[in-house]
């Protein structure tokens, strides 16, 4: 069904816009990047020219000479009697555009495949005449698999039967299919903001109101602002990354995570930990305590093999009590109809060899992440580069609020990044950039670089009043 962006939504969406000169160009790239990131979605009718150029309080001139430059790049159609509408763009995924030979691709923050994963592979497939002997329609999931995975909850301090394990076809699956059985319409659902936006768009589908509580790579999370939010709007569900959170790496301290826990019981709230990145450890050491004292019913944990073992290997679980366990299966087959054989067969192999994948996970993204913190500390002074200590991408602070500009920039120069507010729940962060470090450590030295030269051009090009004197640099 096509839908409708009002003037007001669309310059609120847009944010800080105007990073270039001429006024129509920046504006035209700012509806190119929300096309791209699948924040305006294809076939969506934009506001009428006069109408936009009010809300952005510039002429009418400027939005006309925008939206000509978005029919030239099949971004926008418009048609008499219609309007101006959103064309789909050419691209497998939402959100990503498709990357060609010579490109760094680093709008998605996964390594490349387990080295082992071949032969891991080819060891299954030589036991295929067992696999097609099953049923193969299996909402629950096949019981080795299930048990093995309830055995490392069991090593990590958290008791699990395989009854609370529910096998998905990777973490997003697992993330959607919970949120239809818990949100209704119009539920309030607590989140952190920076997110991890597929969370946040299948949160939003699902019909939640998303209340934000912030992030940030210093200072952890704002417990106070948290408490109150629960206080206030009573969520029914809280989406939370404890361990090395997406996008700003950070993780958890005890004390954050027994008062996150404190207060979503208070509250009556189910709090969802998202645990995809919690095992890409590279040098935090002891994982810190909290969550495993929940009430029973209070904690969801969804885990997936996307980021530790390979994106293309879709398997992922849901480990709750068995009632939600028992209310998920109920609601799956509207979903889908079972993880595939194949896949969980692999998965149950793999689970044997973890400890040595975590092991080389962790010396692969200690490469990509050093390499990366040294180029750009290097060639990019005014920047603050966080430290981090595991997880897969740092979430950087920009010396200027230019976050969109240089991305859209940096493609044209081969380099594909994703720009702050993809990341976003309530507007915002155009001063801060995600870069994953998932690439080897030449590519991240390369990528470095290319961020170097084209911030240099993006500051050059913007309005003064978005270029702010950092020492000497400006």
Known sequence: MDSRMSARALAQSLGGWRTREPAYEALADGIRLLCLDNRLAPRTTLPAERELA????????????????????????????????????????????????????????SPPAWPGLAGIMTQTAANASALVSRVGYDVLGRIELREAIARRYTERGVPTHPDEVLVTTGAQSAIHLVSSVLIGRGDRVLVETPT???????????????????????????VDRAEQAFARTLPVMAYLMPDFQNPTGRSMTAHERQALLAAGE?????????????????????????????????????????????????????????????????????HDLGTPEFEQAIATRLLAHFDEIVLQRSQLLRAGRDALVDTLRSVLPSWDIPVVHGGVSLWIELASPLSSALVMEARSHGLLLSAGPRFSVEGGHERHLRVPFTAPPEEMVRAASVLGEVWAAVRAGAPSSLVERVGSVI
């Open 54 to 109: 009010v809300a952005l309080h510039v002429s009418r001139s400027t939005v006309a000479a925008a939206y000509r430059s978005l029919r030239e790049t099949a971004h926008i159609a418009s048609l008499r009697g219609s309007g101006s509408v959103t064309l789909p763009l050419r691209r497998r995924d939402p959100g990503r555009v498709e990357a060609v030979d010579g490109m760094i691709d680093l709008q998605q923050a």
């Open 266 to 334: 208070r509250s009556g709230s189910v709090l969802v930990l998202d645990e995809t990145t919690a095992d890409l450890d590279i040098d935090r050491g002891v994982l810190a305590p909290g969550f495993d004292s929940a009430e029973p019913g209070t904690v969801v944990r969804i885990g997936s093999l996307g980021k530790t073992v390979w994106g293309g290997l879709r398997l992922g679980w849901v480990r709750a009590d068995g009632e939600l366990i028992g209310r998920l299966v109920a609601a799956r087959p509207a």
């Open 196 to 222: 991890y936006p597929h969370a946040a768009d299948a949160l939003r589908r699902a019909g939640a109101r998303l209340v934000g509580v912030p992030v940030t790579t210093d200072d952890g999370w704002d």
